[in-house]
């Protein structure tokens, strides 16, 4: 008897990935996508590796296919971005083993700089996509989108939300289908894209598009649920779980292939129902073409583009229920806050106390813009600040951005950063930057790269030097330096912001949620020492408040004992004392 169990929707998508018969898996860590390659590191059948970013993931996952296994790569929405190059020829070329990517969208802003949506890369880029709805559908679709990958000789999409990605729902376990390798012949009018190549390539994207448009009216993952046919639904994704749950009697038309869209199936379920909605989450891909053929339908008129959707809000605009739109508001809000003993709150302090404005980047730094520290000024994507700097400085000139400085972590420095770095070397600029090194990919939850030595399936390897990296690059001033030695990081600081050429800064110290890192010590306040001047409250460490008398108090149970606090006090009011 077949085994079933909760799995969330990442869980699943590694499962099905297992069971699909892939070889090999490439991936960049980045939330809602992440715990998909943590899970399939679970099965040895699968080589998984982290890759430096995702363009890089995607190019293997290419590799793998031409070579005649099937193989997946995962990204979060932004990470597409960084993957389209590759993808959008490797629609053109087509795939020898299936070829999967799995990208999920972050509807709601959850964790990403912006909401936008797969569907609308997948559409200029010509390549399927199928969207499941649950835990079960996330592992089943997994395996079909390999099937029809290899059926239409193309890269298929598989589309999640961070809501159907962390979700959990029960899933049968299936085995492993043992898929032989396709044989490699060489093939150069397919995979060497140079122009006279890709022109006929095109026109091969094209034709599959539509038969895929017209073979998708059978597919078993579209299907017609028809019901009360006064109100129909077309729908797909999480949305339809809204759906099913707002209005369980309306007929529904679920998609599980949202581009390209299967027409004539659409067209027959409009027929039968007096009034159809469209609902989708973010941009109206399905409502612009159903609306294209003439379908009257229902959509972004009532339902918003932006944020996530819920069952309340299908239930407000449909049905016209008042439903409750806020938290209580007796309901504290919670905003993230950097963790005590992290060692950007201390690089942070010494910036803030120099008045220093930093160009930041993607990661647990960007939390130094809000208040008290406020010192991160921009944040675009992975890589950006390094560049956002060099633009600056060709802007203005170096008189204006002495009191500006690049942070970077060490992890997206290697994704991106070191493009960046070796363009305002090439291109003669001058600023300093900050490597802010935690020995790990810290925001995403502690996924290894390049320079930690690890690899995803925890394999010891040579650790990439970010030193030696950088000094290769013709950086001549780099400084490696505690983060917490906060004398030396201030002098070192006023260095490199001084010159005129370009420096790099190393502040090295290991995330305080990293296994293994402990501090020796623990802070406790000298109440009768305390001057009231608030100077050690300042970097906003959450584990230090004001008594009502003025006076500072330290959360043991919070204390990493880091000692940026009592290194900031200059009256001996707080002390670091040995750990029992």
Same mark, same amino acid.
């Given at each position: 008897m077949a085994e079933t169990v909760i799995m969330l929707g990442n869980e699943a998508f590694a499962r099905g990935a297992y069971e699909a018969g892939v070889k090999v898996s490439a991936a960049y860590p980045g939330t809602p996508s992440t715990e998909i390659s943590e899970n399939i590191v679970r099965y040895d059948e699968i080589y998984a590796e982290w890759s430096p970013n995702e363009k890089v993931a995607m190019e293997v996952a290419i590799g793998a296919s031409i070579s005649g296994v099937?193989?997946?790569?995962?990204?979060?929405?932004?990470?597409?971005?960084?993957?389209?190059?590759?993808?959008?020829?490797?629609?053109?070329?087509?795939?020898?083993?299936?070829?999967?990517?799995?990208?999920?969208?972050?509807?709601?802003?959850?964790s990403s700089q912006n909401e936008q949506d797969t569907r609308c890369v997948a559409r200029a880029a010509g390549v399927p996509?199928?969207?499941?709805?649950?835990?079960?559908? @996330?592992?089943?679709?997994?395996?079909?989108?390999?099937?029809?990958?290899?059926?239409?000789?193309?890269?298929?999409? +598989? =589309? $999640?939300?961070?809501?159907?990605?962390?979700s959990g729902g029960p899933v049968t376990l299936e085995e492993r289908r043992q898929v032989p390798d396709r044989p490699y012949v060489r093939?150069?009018?397919?995979?060497?894209?140079?122009?006279?190549?890709?022109?006929?390539?095109?026109?091969?994207?094209?034709?599959?598009?539509?038969?895929?448009?017209?073979?998708?009216?059978?597919?078993?993952?579209?299907?017609?649920?028809?019901?009360?046919?006064?109100?129909?639904?077309?729908?797909?994704?999480?949305?339809?779980?809204?759906?099913?749950?707002?209005?369980?009697?309306?007929?529904?038309?679920?998609?599980?292939?949202?581009?390209?869209?299967?027409?004539?199936?659409?067209?027959?379920? @409009?027929?039968?129902?007096e009034t159809l909605y469209i609902f989708e989450e973010l941009e109206p891909v399905?409502?612009?073409? +159903? =609306? $294209?053929?003439?379908?009257?339908?229902?959509?972004k008129e009532i339902f918003t583009i932006q944020g996530e959707y819920s069952a309340n809000l299908l239930r407000r605009a449909v049905l016209g229920e008042q439903t409750a739109r806020e938290a209580p508001a007796r309901v504290p809000a919670r905003p993230p806050i950097l963790c005590p003993g992290c060692p950007h709150r201390s690089v942070f302090s010494v910036l803030q106390k120099h008045r220093i404005h930093a160009?930041?980047?993607?990661?647990?730094?960007?939390?130094?813009?809000?208040?008290?520290?406020?010192?991160i000024d921009t944040t675009i994507c992975m890589g950006a600040g390094i560049s956002v700097l060099h633009g600056m400085e060709k802007a203005k000139g170096r008189e204006y951005l002495r009191d500006w400085v690049a942070v970077i972590g060490d992890s997206t420095f290697l994704h991106t950063g070191v493009n960046s770095l070796m363009n305002m070397v090439y291109n003669r600029s001058a600023g300093t930057v900050v490597i802010l090194d935690n020995s790990t990919t810290g925001m995403t939850g502690h996924q290894d790269h390049a320079a930690t030595g690890k690899t995803l399936k925890g394999e010891t390897v040579p650790a990439i030097s970010l030193y030696r990296l950088c000094k290769a690059l013709g950086v001549e001033h780099v400084t490696e330096i505690s983060a917490f030695d906060l004398p030396r990081l201030e002098r070192v600081i006023r260095e490199e912001t001084a010159r005129d050429e370009v420096s790099v800064i190393i502040t090295k110290a290991p995330c305080v949620?990293?296994?293994?890192?402990?501090?020796?010590?623990?802070?406790?306040?000298?109440?009768?020492?305390?001057?009231?001047?608030?100077?050690?409250?300042r970097p906003g460490c959450p584990a230090l408040t004001k008594r009502e008398d003025g006076t500072v108090a330290i959360d043991e149970a919070l204390c990493n004992g880091c000692g940026l606090c009592a290194q900031l006090c200059r009256f001996g009011a707080i002390q670091t004392v040995a750990k029992a």
């Open positions: 099937r193989a997946m790569a995962s990204m979060k929405h932004v990470g597409v971005n960084v993957a389209s190059d590759p993808l959008f020829t490797v629609s053109y070329a087509g795939v020898n083993g299936g070829l999967v990517l799995v990208a999920a969208d972050d509807p709601g802003l959850y996509v199928l969207e499941p709805s649950d835990s079960q559908e @996330a592992k089943d679709f997994m395996k079909f989108a390999f099937e029809i990958s290899e059926m239409y000789d193309t890269p298929v999409i +598989v =589309r $999640s939300t961070t809501r159907l990605s962390h093939n150069i009018r397919k995979f060497v894209m140079m122009p006279g190549n890709a022109v006929g390539r095109h026109v091969y994207v094209e034709e599959r598009m539509k038969k895929m448009a017209e073979d998708g009216c059978g597919f078993p993952i579209n299907r017609m649920e028809l019901n009360d046919l006064s109100i129909g639904f077309l729908t797909s994704g999480i949305a339809y779980q809204y759906v099913k749950e707002a209005c369980p009697e309306a007929s529904v038309l679920k998609l599980g292939q949202v581009h390209p869209l299967p027409k004539k199936l659409i067209q027959d379920f @409009a027929s039968r129902v399905m409502e612009e073409q +159903v =609306r $294209s053929w003439g379908i009257p339908a229902i959509g160009a930041g980047d993607i990661g647990c730094y960007t939390l130094g813009a809000a208040a008290p520290l406020g010192v949620l990293l296994k293994g890192t402990v501090f020796p010590n623990r802070c406790v306040p000298v109440e009768e020492s305390c001057k009231k001047c608030g100077v050690c409250l």
